[in-house]
Nanobody
């Protein structure tokens, strides 16, 4: 069992930046492929980014490619999502998630076994 806790969300103007953190307890994060998802009000949860266990491979949704960067520090048991050049359409609750097997399709929420409670990101125009 692993517990995930996101932090770093907030209110920012368009064009601004935020850094989200996802801290894990209970198990070491190095065992898991990690992902970030987001869910805007009234919409389905959507994939944002993912990183492999060994940090050799990263994946991004087309809508955030070039603006967001996922990283992990296994020594600190933490995964990060750097959000740059934010747009109002990035407004959502952002969730981190852990995938135990590492073999499922990384874009699918059902692939992930553990989820955090989420952190709100609001981008004003």
């Amino acid at each position: 069992q692993v517990q995930l806790e996101e932090s770093g969300g907030g209110l920012v103007q368009a064009g601004g930046s935020l850094r989200l953190s996802c801290a894990a307890s209970g198990r070491t994060l190095s065992r898991y492929r990690m992902g970030w998802f987001r869910q805007a009000l009234g919409k389905e949860r959507e994939f944002v980014a993912a990183v492999s266990r060994t940090v050799t491979t990263t994946y991004y949704a087309d809508s955030v490619k070039g603006r967001f960067t996922i990283s992990r520090d296994n020594a600190k048991n933490t995964v990060y999502l750097q959000l740059n050049n934010l747009k109002p359409e990035d407004t959502a609750v952002y969730y981190c998630a852990a995938d135990v097997s590492g073999f499922g399709y990384y874009r699918t929420p059902g692939t992930y076994d553990y989820w955090g409670q989420g952190t709100q990101v609001t981008v004003s125009s």
